[in-house]
């Protein structure tokens, strides 16, 4: 499943109450610096982990994203699959939303906004946020990924040497958006990185990653 490059430059965004609310924040971030239309939902439980996690408030928060969209609201655009999209990214996932998706059993805007992109043949990444997992989890993982969505749990890299914790989340996010053909600057690739020569104990030399 590819994105369609003839799709509105247009983004849903589902923040969920699992930890790490942060890659949420960040990727509405991202998106606005690359142009895309954001379609915010946050789940009640996000609320709270904001609160919990962060000082940035609801207003600042909403204030993110072009159009926000109250959790209850099924009449929303979002949730038809005529309004379109380039798909959905959900940051965090919980492992509560997680299994709506699996099952089709929505019960908030937000899984029926994944549920409808999922069957308009659109891009879904999950930034699934827990562990360690149990089998249920892992069925869940399967059958999201078996009907076309993609799990991606938001794991760091350090060949890029991360400075701070803002290096590792920028870096989960770049991989996350690549799935939807988006190009952060600034990203750091394996293989395309400055590299310098030292030299090894026998002379000779040897490429380094930097």
């Known amino acids: 499943m590819s994105v369609n490059a003839s799709a509105p430059r ?38 709270m982990t904001r609160a919990h996690e962060t000082d940035v408030s609801r207003d600042a928060l909403h204030a993110l994203a072009d159009h926000v969209h109250p959790i209850n609201d099924v009449g929303a655009s979002i949730a038809s699959g005529s309004f379109r999209t ?19 059993v929505t019960t908030t805007l937000l899984t029926r906004a994944a549920d409808v992109v999922l069957k308009e043949r659109r891009r879904l990444v999950m930034l699934t946020r827990e562990a360690p997992l149990h089998a249920g989890h892992l069925k869940n993982m399967l059958a999201v990924t078996e009907m076309g969505g993609i799990i991606h749990p938001p794991v760091p890299a350090f060949y890029q040497r991360p400075q701070t914790i803002a290096d590792l989340v920028d870096h989960v996010l770049a991989r996350a958006l690549d799935c939807f053909d988006l190009e952060v600057p600034g990203a750091r690739r394996w293989g395309e990185a400055e590299q310098e020569e030292k030299p090894s104990d026998n002379g000779t030399p040897v490429r380094i990653l930097r």
Do not use: K, N
């Open 10 to 47: 247009r983004m849903i965004v589902g923040i969920t109450g699992a930890t790490g609310i942060v890659f949420g924040i960040r990727a509405l971030e991202i998106l606005r610096s690359l142009g895309i239309e954001t379609h915010l939902v946050v789940s009640r439980a996000g609320e």
């Open 86 to 104: 380039m798909g959905m990214l959900i940051a965090p996932c919980s492992v509560r939303t997680l299994a709506e998706v699996a099952t089709g």
